[in-house]
T-cell receptor
Framework: DAKTTQPTSMDCAEGRAANLPCNHS???????VYWYRQIHSQGPQYIIH???NNETNEMASLIITEDRKSSTLILPHATLRDTAVYYC????????????FGGGTRLMVKP | SAVISQKPSRDICQRGTSLTIQCQVD?????MFWYRQQPGQSLTLIAT?????????ESGFVIDKFPISRPNLTFSTLTVSNMSPEDSSIYLC???????????FGPGTRLTVL
């Protein structure tokens, strides 16, 4: 699976949009981009995933560049409960394969 | 979605002993995985628990140290054998549901080895 690069940490003001970047320059055509987050002392939580089109759900939006070498997770109105470590993962295929976790981005939402 | 429970939620053990962690899912799932998260670190996959056959281990993990069972489509166990303080970690079970692409994670088992 392709390796991802994320900033170690980011801050965001409560109520503002949080934009979390991820580089995956070696991604191949059959690899999807997944985002998970881990709130302290809990198991990781699925947020969103995509292949090449932008995706949106009730939690977040995923913007993937046209060359698919990078993506951005957007939390439109961050709350204090969004403070967590956010993991960007690329995975072969659509199901049945392991997730390879990198270091992630520690997002701190501040009042 | 899937609701996953793990037992125990935490334990403190003596070195040289073994601990078996249980993972129970509320629905049948195709894939079950076991991860380890050492203090301050990211998650590392230990193995894929295969129903009716031996687990598939990742590099650096062996069956003698981490035996795994998966007797059916809703249950799996991970045993941490002959424990040392270096085994102190959070151990997480995850599952992939029959028709989905998301992996759902259990709450984890926090293990401390003295």
């Amino acid at each position: 699976d392709a390796k991802t690069t994320q900033p170690t940490s980011m801050d965001c003001a409560e109520g503002r949009a949080a934009n979390l970047p991820c580089n995956h320059s070696t991604i191949s055509g059959n690899e999807y981009v997944y985002w998970y987050r881990q709130i302290h002392s809990q198991g990781p939580q699925y947020i969103i995933h995509g292949l090449k089109n932008n995706e949106t759900n009730e939690m977040a939006s995923l913007i993937i560049t046209e060359d698919r070498k990078s993506s951005t997770l957007i939390l439109p109105h961050a709350t204090l409960r969004d403070t967590a470590v956010y993991y960007c993962i690329v995975r072969v295929g659509n199901a049945g394969n392991m997730l390879t976790f990198g270091g992630g981005t520690r997002l701190m939402v501040k009042p | 979605s899937a609701v996953i429970s793990q037992k125990p939620s935490r334990d403190i053990c003596q070195r040289g002993t073994s601990l078996t962690i249980q993972c129970q899912v509320d629905s049948q799932v195709t894939m079950m995985f076991w991860y380890r998260q050492q203090p301050g670190q990211s998650l590392t996959l230990i193995a894929t628990a295969n129903q009716g056959s031996e687990a598939t281990y990742e590099s650096g993990f062996v069956i003698d140290k981490f035996p795994i069972s998966r007797p059916n489509l809703t249950f799996s166990t991970l045993t941490v054998s002959n424990m040392s303080p270096e085994d102190s970690s959070i151990y997480l079970c995850s599952v992939e549901v029959l028709a989905g692409v998301e992996q759902f994670f259990g709450p984890g088992t926090r293990l401390t080895v003295l």
